[in-house]
């Protein structure tokens, strides 16, 4: 069974930002959303709409189920 758990997502998000030496609002200008809301994923308040999951997988070349989902 696979499943969203948001602090997870949000630590992987956090890291792979970091490990690539971006900004928040740099990710959120190349995925078209607000910089606040590149924070609210990473710290784990609030889950992207499904588009936003792809957008960011595309952005940090992985699949959405890799970067949002733990098996």
Do not use: N
Request: some cysteine; charged content about 30%.
């Amino acid at each position: 069974m696979t499943t969203l758990d948001r602090a997870v997502t949000g630590e992987k998000l956090r890291k792979l930002r970091e490990e690539r030496k971006l900004t928040q609002q740099e990710v959120a200008d190349a995925i078209g959303v607000t910089a606040m809301a590149i924070c609210q994923y990473e710290t784990g308040e609030r889950t992207p709409r499904d588009a936003v999951k792809i957008a960011l997988a595309k952005f940090y070349s992985m699949t959405v189920e890799a970067l949002f989902f733990t098996f």
